[in-house]
């Protein structure tokens, strides 16, 4: 039942007022009054009908009694004094006393009124249950008596803590303070509680802790820490097994749970031989697990500071070698050489181990080695190194064709050779890889082909990294040259394309830095191999008239080398100057600049191609006809006479007929049926040739000349666009002629092709009428066969399924029939073959039993034996022979006359009638 709320007043009555004389009390009400001549406060309880006086004062309205319901308390502040017999003491005006600063706590009691002075703290309160495993931590808040759950009287002192466990029901005490709940720790199996002590006493297994120091609790169960200790946290027990182990190391002296004596700082190691499982005390700490080592039959291992078992310390600085198949756990201190196990070196015949002695010893061939000595060891074989040298590398033959190599050094002498091939090489033990450090640039070269722009030279080519060690070979293109320096012998040589170049040690490729983009800028291509040519370069020239016309050129070169690539001295010439496109568009564009500074905007304009060759090439005197040199073989006329020309000697042309011409007058060259006079004039040479590198410039290419000035390009477009506007309106005018033209022609054919047209439909609508005729026709005549064709049809498919179905029926018969016959059939079969079959058993069992019991008889005799056979045979015989004897009768017989005579028997029934008798 709930408690009902203290000081609550009743809705039912009447609001307190202080002009009420005459107050109505029901049962389980009371109100206190003031007595104020007495100055003494009483309680007034109902069922009473209470009527005011003048000296008296109702304090408050009718209030309910306290109800405090089952299982609960309360807890009453400045309780009232009470006697012996739990009544209230009153003083001499009738006013309860009360304990003034006191507590009460009042449980399981009927309904009570509140005295004057008392007052309830809070609401009731229900009873705390504890439940198994659960406790509450009190405290005594003064000296007081009580006694125990034994009938035992205990004196608590105030600031006493002690517990109060379950499972109970808690009854609050005014003198106790329940500081909190606690709960029990389980503690599992392979676990325990790590305690430690707040107070110095004596544990629950009789053993005096002092305070701060710790322990261990590994019972299994629940376990529940006194006020005196702390549990500081779960400890996991350690699984150990046989792969697993652990490192301890000691904290505090102390005897640990085998009963070996440690000593601060001693660390141990704790397999499962010793214990499956392990937690640690708090006077040890546990390092590390360790895993169990297991080295087959083709590794070993090299252990660093190993430990010495009988004086149970490391061997600082002691190398000892384990070989397969073994395992074990590492000791404290023991370390593995590199951190693992290794394999076996298993060598083929290509590879080789490259040793290094750390100590003078002698080897397994018997061959004395001192420290810091190198030699080595071939394959096939199996090699363990021992602890007196190292492995320093494995070493493998590097197969190698004709354009591959290594770069080798040899460690006593330093010096360094390139090792080619076609071999397949080992290095010594003395040799070792050397590395050829080539320029960053060089690098690049060789990843893009031996050219690079400024384009690729942003490319990243970090991953295309080149093996240092090899030889450095490069592909020298066809028809290009490529220069090697070599620094120690301060010489260079050429390897014209195509051909492969592989550097020595000590050489260099020589960079080609040459000029690129339009205009030309410097180092804007690099390359190792020089181009011969024939190729093409492109550059926009600016140039300036004589009428001060400013102009961009993009003129295009053709260009090759005139070298022998044979010969070592021409192709060193290609390399004589650094950037030849460079210096030779610098030397054509001053030649150009130079001729149209003389000559005018529209002379330029007009005759640019002549200019420019002219400028370029230069000119010289010669014979010229139609604006074209005279060729050697071309017909000339002279007098009249057409004759051939076999020699032109500067200005004297000699004939075929041996005649040689000076005076030009009257001279003629006739080609195509045309006569053109042959003049004297300046035609351009064939070539520009640069004689330093043999570079040559056969033919100039005009690509565009753009106005550099504003109003000259804009004066030039205005011209241009004029002739193009007046070429367009006349090739408008022709195409709207034309155009006419082919509209008339085009009407024409139309109208034509329609009158065609009807004329074809006309035939083809009588043709159309008179198919229709036919078809209706062929209608009608088609739909009359049809249904009489139907009709005959339908009765020919009812009599075929009719016969049909006769058949069916006919053949379903016979598998019915045929399918009982078969199954009669089969049924015989098995039944015969069941009978055939049991009878074989049967056969077989009699056969069985007849070898059984002649094997059996065949034992039982060869057992007995034949002499044991023949005995029992005659001890019949001869025991009644004996039993005659002993009667002393020669012999009797007795007979009737009617059967034969037996001896035999009759001896047998004598003998057994005697042996009746005895």
Known sequence: MPARPAQKPDNGQADFRSDIQVVHLKPGFYTHVLDQNASATIMKVGPETFTKREHEQILCQPRPYIVIPPRHYCVIDNPVKRD????????????AVIQLGEQEIRMDCLPFPLYPGESLSGNPKPLQVLEANTANRVKAARDFEETDSEGKVVKRIAGDEWLEEGPKTYYPHVCKEVMGTITAQFVQENEALKLRAVNTFVDRTGVERKVGSEWLWSQFGTYMPSVDETVVEVVGAEILSETRAIHVRCVNEFKDRFGVERKPGDVWLVTHKEAETYIATPNEEMLKQIQLLVLNRKQYCTLLDPYDATSKTNKNGVRKLIQGPTKFFLNPGERLEDGCAKDVHVLMADEALLLEALEAHTDSTGTRREAGDLWMISGPCEYTPPVEL???????????HAYEGVYIRCLKTGTVRAQMGPTSYMLQPEEELWEKELSPQIENLLTTCGTMTAHTRKKDNKNTMRDKTRVVIYSVPHNSVCQIFDY???????VPGPDMVCLNPDEEFTVISLSGGKPKVPNVIKTLACFLGPDFMTDNIRVETADHARL???????????????????????????????????AIASRIRGSCAGVSFDNFHKNSSSIIRHAVFGSKETLLSGGRPVEVGSTVSVGGTEV?????????????????????????????????????????????????????????????VEPVDQKTKDSLMKSVQLAIHITTQGQEAQAKQRATEEEQKARGELESQLIRDKASSEKERMELLRLKAESQAIETTGAQRAEAQAASEAAKVEA???????????????????????LENTKNECHLQQQRELDELEVEKARELATIESEKFKKTVTSIGKETIKAIAQAGPENQVRLLKALNLQGYMVTDGSSPINLFNTAQGMTGQALAMH
């Open 84 to 95: 012996a017999k739990g009544e209230p003491v009153l003083d001499a005006a009738g006013q």
């Open 390 to 400: 190292r492995v320093k590398e494995r070493r493998r033959a590097m197969p190698m």
């Open 488 to 494: 120690k012998k301060k010489t260079s040589r050429c």
């Open 552 to 586: 961009e050129l993009q003129l295009s070169y053709n260009w090759r080398f005139e070298v022998d690539q044979h010969d070592a001295d021409e192709c060193k010439k290609v390399f004589s100057v650094p950037d030849f496109v460079g210096d030779s568009c610098k």
């Open 644 to 704: 051939k020309v076999a020699k032109i000697d500067g200005m004297t042309l000699e004939l075929a007929d041996g005649r040689k011409v000076s005076d030009l007058e009257g001279v003629e060259v006739v080609a195509g049926g045309e006569r053109a006079p042959v003049v004297a004039g300046k035609w351009p040479n064939s070539a520009l040739i640069f004689p330093t590198n043999g570079l040559v410039i056969n033919n100039v290419d005009i690509q565009s």
């Open 800 to 822: 075929e399924s009719m016969v049909l179905l006769a058949q069916k029926k006919a053949e379903a018969q016979k598998i019915q029939v045929m399918n009982e016959i078969d």
